[in-house]
């Protein structure tokens, strides 16, 4: 018997197996929804021009391949905390603010979660229901039991407030809760100014420790308002850890660009944090990446590129806020009576569309559109080519 043997074989990610029913699929017509990646009005992955011009520069240079500090890039970190906090922000001078580079927001969020096990021993982490599938799968992998807090109303297609505050209200005191700051997936939902501050009141309340995934700044509004429920937990001076991501606004989903940002409550105490934060990552993976980072800074701390990047960001928003009206209009037209008009009020890349798990099945059988289970489109996968295809084939398993 060898020693891998015994090894079962492990359940199929249920996106990637999505990905492989489409790529066996022999139709001509069919659409992936499934993936959560931006797709220009070509179906491509876009490189940004603000991307190429960086990375044309760096390559100009011939630099070395030195190691990174095991918290990455310095200027990078630096636009990050002012991307995240606002470039005026009394924090970023404040030796509060703790930064390190991060595999993706991914590494960002197992950064963030080994960093509280080892620490302060937190073994409990709630996370919305429903949530991006890898927040259960990730948690438990680093420890801790997952139980959810009602977030999505499926009645109104909207938030439950009172659900979701009472949920967090009634947490064993001191757990750690994970919420998406902007650009909610899977659901696209997200709260206003008035129902975060009431988070924040039971977070505070109840000893929590917020943890706030944003994997989708420049997404919903634009980076300054996406950036909301991390200033307003900034202000409200609760401590806070802030998994952010350039995978999708940079259009950089290979090269693993994010960050974990720790809000701390005196530069001494920050110290502390970052020196045990360098422990984690030592004993994990050493030190980051150079490449992406150095392609992100490079465009943050330069006016120019930075200008450039905010203007595709804009049309990434657009396009998809474009999309979202036509499939309304498009459902409308192919005779749909449900009201289907939320599709258009939801933010960032996905929908929740209502389809159920039948419902799906049916599309991907009688028309090879391939969504998730749970009825989540991604919305920056359809484009003028095939959103009739789209909206005709939902419209058929919604009559
Ligand atoms: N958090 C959420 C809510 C996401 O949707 C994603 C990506 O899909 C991530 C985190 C991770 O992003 P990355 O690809 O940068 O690891």
Known sequence: MSLFSPVEMAPRDPILGLNEAFNADPREEKVNLGVGVYYDENGKVPLLRAVQAAEE????????????????????????????????????????????????????????????????????????????????????????????????????????????????????????????????????????????????????????????????????????????????????????????????????????VGALTLITETPEEGERVLSQLKRVIRTNYSNPPTHGAKVVAAVLNNAELYAIWEQELAEMRVRVKQMRQALVEKLQAAGVQQDVSFIQQQRGMFSFSGLTREQVARLAEESAIYAVGSGRICVAALNDNNIDVVANAMAKVLL
């Not at 499926?154 to 001191?174: D, F, K, R, S, V």
């Open 57 to 256: 520069a760096r390559v100009a240079e011939h630099a070395p391949r030195t190691y990174l500090p095991m918290e990455g890039l310095a200027p990078y970190d630096l636009a990050v905390q002012k991307l995240l906090l606002g470039a005026d922000s009394a924090l970023l001078s404040s030796g509060r603010l703790i930064t390190a580079q991060s595999l993706g927001g991914t590494g960002a969020l197992k950064l963030g979660a080994d960093f509280l096990y080892r620490l302060s021993g937190k073994r409990l982490v709630a996370i919305s229901d429903p949530s991006w599938e890898n927040h259960r799968s990730l948690f438990e992998a680093a420890g801790y039991e997952v139980v959810t807090y009602p977030y999505y109303d499926p009645a109104t297609h909207g938030l439950n407030l009172q659900g979701m505050l009472q949920g967090i209200e009634q947490l064993p005191e001191g757990s750690v809760v994970l919420l998406h700051a902007c650009c909610h997936n899977p659901t696209g939902v997200d709260l206003g100014v008035d129902e975060w501050k009431q988070v924040i009141e039971v977070v505070r309340k109840r000893n929590h420790v917020p943890f706030l995934d944003i994997a989708y700044q420049g997404f919903g509004d634009n980076l300054e308002e996406d950036a909301l429920a991390v200033r307003l937990f900034a202000e409200a001076g609760l401590p806070c850890l802030i998994a952010s991501s350039f995978s999708k606004s940079f259009s950089l989903y290979g090269e693993r």
